[in-house]
């Protein structure tokens, strides 16, 4: 008998009832709530049911909150959402960080950094990017609104097993290249649906030399590529970051986690569905050229001919020329945020390339911290003023122009470079284009004026 795999072991310790099929009750550990989850709780209650595990829910506003200074631009609707998240939570006893508070932010952002995220627990919320979880070897998924109104009722949910593909990662990543760039490298190379219906582990030399915070990243955009899951081994940086976290074990309680944490890994005989190896010696910094993730390329490259009516409609959506040089396309906007990258060493990585310099003449350039708690990190360690001394907008915590649901939004037929997740058409408002990309590279656009490799201002300064 083959031996079992980490998604197998954590599927494992929470089935509640086999229901045959490949199908299983599982018992859910985390229910993260966004201000859109108001809905559904207002719905479920209205059915007359209860969250049957209120201690094990937790809210905060995020996806259509104003991240404006002072939080001086909700929208009608984002006041609404507002309103009856705090109603909702009141009423059915769940712990809400409301703004203002430590705990706000971005979900993705504000679980892990709490130590609502733990290893080998089950998390859900309702977004898809709830993979990120993943890189402390959690189960995290994404779950629709009907979902959620079973999880809150039953403090379970029904799901089908899913295929498991392993990401192997030789080598180390070269000087300038990030987190960001790995995984976008990767879905370049495996597609939009390369990991499709499967639980996705990362592994490798290289996933092993990233920091916490850089492997949420490459988590983060598992879904990207079609995998509803990502997962990384929890290893002694796993423990060191969640050491001392405000909801994680304390005492004996936590010589006994970590100790079982420890065995959270895959047996040495486990078979995938499906094995990738990558060599990520060879992974330069990346920018995305089309309307998806996959479009990606590295900086020094060209913009690729179409293979398709897609992608020509991509490029003519995007305002590119096939042959072109990537590199010094003009831009109008640099997004730094998300819960992709923007975490306390995101921005970090962004202050130290715009130190000194300034956001290019016609520019509009943005940084909003992905929590309430990185935003107080960031202004104790002053790196809010050295945005602010580049020409940047310091902002307030939240998903801000990555979903441009919530009053923010890029302009139609401007260019924007972003360190977000998606690049869909209209993703950062009707019409707009956007590069994904890392921090270093936001930051340098912002200063250059245009997509620029961020190692030749390293190079110049």
Known sequence: MAGRTLFDKIWDNHVVADLGDGFSLLHVDRHLVS????????ALRQRGHAVRNPELTFATPDHTVSTAPGRTGHTANALRYLKDLRHETHAQGIRLFDLGQPGQGIVHVVGPELGLTLPGASIVCSDSHTCTHGALGALAFGIGATEFQHVAATQTIVLQRPRQMRIWFDGTLPRGASAKDLILHTIGRLGATGASGCAVEYAGPAIDALDMEARM????LS??????????????????YLRERPYAPTGALWERAVAQWGALHGDDDAVFDREVRIDASCIGPQITWGVGPQDVLDVGDVVPAPVGPTQQAALEYMGLRAGDPIAGTPI?????????NARISDLRLAAAVVRGRRVAAGVKAWVVPGSELVKRAAEDEGLDQVFRDAGFEWR??????CVAGNGEAVPPGQRAVSTSNRNFVGRQGPGARTHLASPQMAAAAAVAGCIVDHRTLERHA
């Open 217 to 220: 990243t490459v988590c983060n």
């Open 332 to 340: 109008d906007w640099v997004f730094i945020g998300s819960c992709t």
């Open 396 to 401: 307030e915590s939240g998903c801000s122009l």
């Open 223 to 240: 879904v990207e590529m079609g995998g509803r899951f990502g997962i990384i081994a929890p290893d002694a940086r796993t423990f060191d």
């Open 35 to 42: 201000d859109p989850g108001s809905k559904a709780l207002a």
